[in-house]
Nanobody, 127 residues
Framework: QAKLQESGGGLAQAGESLTLSCAIS????????IGWFRQIPNRERQFVGV???????YYADSVKGRFTISRDRTKNTVYLQMHNLKPEDTAIYFC?????????????????????WGQGTQVTVSS
């Protein structure tokens, strides 16, 4: 069974940057996407971005141009670089893994269908 573990959250001021890491261990199928979501209290988990199995990147409009997902396969780690942070980026950030069939619209896969999740890491942005 795969395990995902996020790290790198913390406090930042508006305009600053943070980089989150998602360390992946255990078996993950070849057709697996790694997604980033965020959640604030009493709200559903919100899509931030996803890297498909082939490396294609997709982002939510709210973070496009500010956030970047990358992967270091030698370290089995996926990163979420967050620049020009805003107070509305404050949330718990989760990485998740989902296996999918060819032809699937990867960014449209709802978080409820993800197979594995990390425990989350808190990001707090002050104004």
């Amino acid at each position: 069974q795969a395990k995902l573990q996020e790290s790198g959250g913390g406090l930042a001021q508006a305009g600053e940057s943070l980089t989150l890491s998602c360390a992946i261990s255990g078996p993950i199928g070849s057709n697996t996407a790694i997604g980033w979501f965020r959640q604030i209290p009493n709200r559903e988990r919100q899509f931030v971005g996803v890297m498909s199995a082939g490396g294609t990147l997709y982002y939510a409009d709210s973070v496009k141009g500010r956030f970047t997902i990358s992967r270091d396969r030698t370290k089995n780690t996926v990163y979420l670089q967050m620049h020009n942070l805003k107070p509305e980026d404050t949330a718990i950030y989760f990485c998740g893994a989902v296996s999918y069939d060819r032809g699937t619209n990867v960014p449209a896969i709802p978080y409820t269908q993800y197979d594995y999740w990390g425990q989350g890491t808190q990001v707090t942005v002050s104004s």
